[in-house]
């Protein structure tokens, strides 16, 4: 490997980090009239204006810039960010009658879908146990902790195991099928797993040691194939496999057929969900102090089906979804996708040290930094087209913020870094 190569591809990052990325964020995000953050930007990162401040919005802008924070990208102004935002949360979003927090408000805070979905409570714990490690401000561990109990009252399955993800108001369960009430999701519990984490990081409690240890073996045991290791997107209660159909709360803009089930929808595996559960399992047993031999096998299996499949050799970047089997489905390149299996191959390579892994890293990088990111404004566009050209071109959505290009960033400079000190 050549030390310069690697130099040169940290340096890209640094600079799309420090002078692109984070300043298109810190710019414009506040609002300064009713609180909390916007989030709704078009291709030249102007505002649309769409009233409204969804749960996975705030929470993952509140990740992000606590995350920026904690790992000293703060350009003189994160520590009043992130504080704008926590406070928002907490005094528009949170239900003082029932406990959690409202799925969406509009832009002054008042209520718009009172629903508690585990989704955005997963993103929750995740946003504010972060705000907490990085600022060291109890508030955030404190409210983490309330949903963290509440999820185990509540939404916790004591029979099969897991977690119920769609719920109303008062925290009885949603009807079945397409509101959710009668799945359970990989999504949802692998963002469990990754709430768990840092929530375990923030306070050390064994019960919190416990759920996430519980989180893993579920993940590993269950949601993925027994012979693939890829992800299983959709369960019935008992685990049995579901077909993969929209629910009437989504997180993610309408991907799917019009009858509202996804096609080959017990066949279909997603590259950018296998790769990030793959580097999250492997941080959640760095915090856990677990030896990281006995998952191996199971880690270099996922890595290799998204190096052999997810892939495109000839015009860069990685496919959407394909069968367990291998092959693909959706050739079309999602950007949150591309962000995770880069870091997700810099873990094959200091894991294994083997070059296809860091070969694959410098093609999906390069796809990136010349087709996904618009160097106009300092985002990077949400879809495109196998050869790169942009399918949608907002910069910011409810569905799609900063947390998935921000954080790739910090953690691919980071596993550089350790690359570097052993060159």
């Given amino acids: 490997m050549d030390m310069q190569e690697v130099i040169k591809y940290k340096t890209e990052i640094e600079n799309h980090l420090y002078d692109e990325l984070l300043p298109f964020w810190t710019d414009r995000i506040i609002d300064k009239e009713n609180g909390g953050y916007n989030t709704h930007f078009d291709e030249n990162g102007e505002d649309t204006g769409e009233d409204e401040k969804s749960l996975i919005a705030q929470t993952r802008c509140l990740y992000t810039l606590s995350s920026a924070l904690r790992s000293g990208y703060d350009k003189g102004n994160i520590d009043q960010l992130v504080r704008h935002g926590i ?27 009172n629903k508690k979905i585990i989704y955005g409570h997963s ?36 029979f099969y195991g897991g977690y119920w993800e769609m719920f109303n108001r008062d925290w009885t369960l949603c009807g079945p099928g397409n509101q959710g009430g009668d799945r359970k999701t990989l999504d949802v519990h692998m963002h469990l797993m990754e709430a768990f984490t840092n929530l375990y990081e923030s306070t050390g409690e064994e019960v919190h040691r416990r759920k996430l240890i519980e989180c893993i073996q579920l993940l590993k045991d269950r949601m993925i194939h027994p012979v693939y290791k890829t992800g299983i997107p959709q369960f019935y209660k008992d685990w049995s496999v579901a077909p993969q159909i929209k629910f009437d709360i989504i997180w993610g803009w309408d991907r799917f057929s019009e009858d509202g089930e996804k096609g080959n ?24 102090e677990v030896d990281l031999d006995q998952y191996k096998e199971t880690l270099r299996t996922i890595l290799d089906h998204t190096v052999e499949n997810g892939i495109d050799i000839k015009n860069g970047g990685v496919y959407v979804e ?12 999602e950007f949150w996708q591309q962000a995770e299996v880069l870091i997700a191959l810099l873990d094959g390579f200091i894991i294994y040290h083997e ?18 990111i618009n160097h106009n404004v300092g985002e990077w566009y949400p879809l495109l087209t196998r050869g790169g050209e942009p399918i949608w071109r907002h910069m910011g959505h409810s569905w799609k ?13 980071n596993r550089i870094n350790k690359i570097l000190k052993v060159l």
């Fill in 123 to 158: 993103f929750a714990i995740y946003a504010l146990t972060e705000y907490s490690l990085a600022t060291h401000d109890p508030i955030g561990t404190q409210y983490a902790k309330k949903v963290f109990d509440l999820l185990q009252k509540y939404c916790s399955d004591t």
């Fill in 322 to 333: 394909g069968p367990h089997s291998g092959g693909v489905y959706d050739r079309e390149k």
């Fill in 355 to 372: 070059d296809k892994y860091w070969d694959a890293y410098k093609n999906v990088h390069r796809f990136v930094f010349d087709r996904v």
């Fill in 265 to 288: 929808a017990t066949d279909n595996t997603c590259f950018g969900h296998n790769a990030e559960f793959a580097w999250l399992l492997i941080h959640a047993l760095e915090i856990l």
């Fill in 401 to 413: 913020i900063n947390y998935h290009t921000v954080r790739s960033m910090i953690q691919c400079i």
């Fill in 87 to 113: 406070d928002f949360m907490v005094s528009k979003m949170w239900d003082e009658q029932e406990g959690g927090f409202y799925w969406m408000v509009n832009r002054k805070g008042k209520v718009v879908n």
